[in-house]
């Protein structure tokens, strides 16, 4: 459960320099194919007149991965338009309200709904990070399980949400925020505390996980990242549908509609939804489009 919390809240590429329009799909893929380049997740649909670049996203980047690779920010910079899976000004502004949206409204306590043991490690877990249990009884479990897999920087969304504002670009979203909280706070109690469970029993090796799956994006290794998914859902295929495949499927039409307009786009979304047999990738190529992962000379 910590890798999907991660993945989903709260995780690229082009050649060196980005190929003119005129260039042959032939020779992009002969230039990609240079053993000294290296794949990132970052992917492109191209039609007559623009371009659609995707970019798997880390929600929760470490410090080290910055700067991004020069083909990454290529793609950015050739954009007219900047899709995020949410619209983060509407998250800043909605702070206080979506956190009461975690917190039981009536007289209920997380000591009410769980094992009396789990209650006590979930204690004793949320201690090291400042929260006192007054303010942990009053959480919802899904909200506890958030808290717990914090700890990273603000991600590689954030950094081009900052971007997109001071170039004035135009920005969109995916979904909306009250939305992405509705996947988390209409789970089962069962649910939740299963989840909960997964991330107190996952707490310890955290940051190793992290590295991992940052080491993953690093690299363009789709076949990581997707294993990293599989495992984070291995006893919740309900809800990996719920919170990947149904979104996924809802997301390919819009992408769609940014390649039938005329403006270069580019898409910021979590890498999750990008790798695997049931991705946004996946279903796009399943459709016709020619979906091309971009790849990179190694810093």
């Known amino acids: 459960m910590p890798r999907t919390l991660v993945v989903l809240l709260a995780l690229a590429t082009l050649i060196c320099t980005l190929p003119a329009a005129a260039q042959s799909a032939a020779t992009q893929d002969a230039a990609e194919s ?22 798997g996203s880390i929600h929760f980047a470490r410090p080290d991965l910055f700067p991004l690779a020069a083909p990454i920010e290529a793609a950015y910079d050739r954009a007219d338009v900047v899709v995020f899976e949410i ?29 009396d043991s789990l209650y006590d490690r979930a204690v004793a877990a949320t201690a090291p990070l400042g929260l006192p249990e007054a303010a942990v009884a009053k959480m919802e479990p899904w909200m506890l399980s958030l808290t717990m897999t914090s700890g990273y920087a603000n991600g590689i969304d954030q950094h081009f949400y900052e971007r997109a504002v001071a170039d004035e670009k135009a920005v969109r979203a995916l979904e909306t925020v009250a939305f992405q909280i509705d996947l988390f706070d ?42 990293f998914m599989n495992d984070g859902f291995v006893n919740f295929t ?15 039409p819009q992408i769609e509609a940014l390649l039938d307009g005329a403006d270069d786009a580019f898409v910021v979304a979590g890498a999750g939804h990008l790798v695997g047999g049931e991705s946004v990738k996946a279903l796009l190529e399943a459709k016709g489009h020619r979906v091309t992962q971009r790849w990179s000379t190694p810093r």
């Open 238 to 252: 309900e809800v990996k549908q719920r919170l990947l495949g149904d979104r996924n499927a809802a997301w390919v």
């Open 34 to 55: 240079d053993s000294t380049r290296v794949p990132l997740m970052l992917w492109s649909l191209s039609d007559a007149d623009n371009t659609v670049y995707l970019l």
């Open 186 to 227: 209409t789970m089962t109690m069962a649910t939740q505390t299963s989840f909960l469970r997964y991330t107190l029993d996952g707490a310890g090796s955290m940051a190793t996980m992290l590295d991992g799956m940052t080491t993953a994006w690093a690299h363009g290794d789709t076949a990581a990242l997707d294993a």
């Open 87 to 115: 619209d983060l000004a509407d998250m800043q502004a909605q702070a206080m309200s979506l956190a009461q949206r975690g917190m039981f409204a009536d007289t209920t306590t997380l000591a009410g709904v769980l094992p």
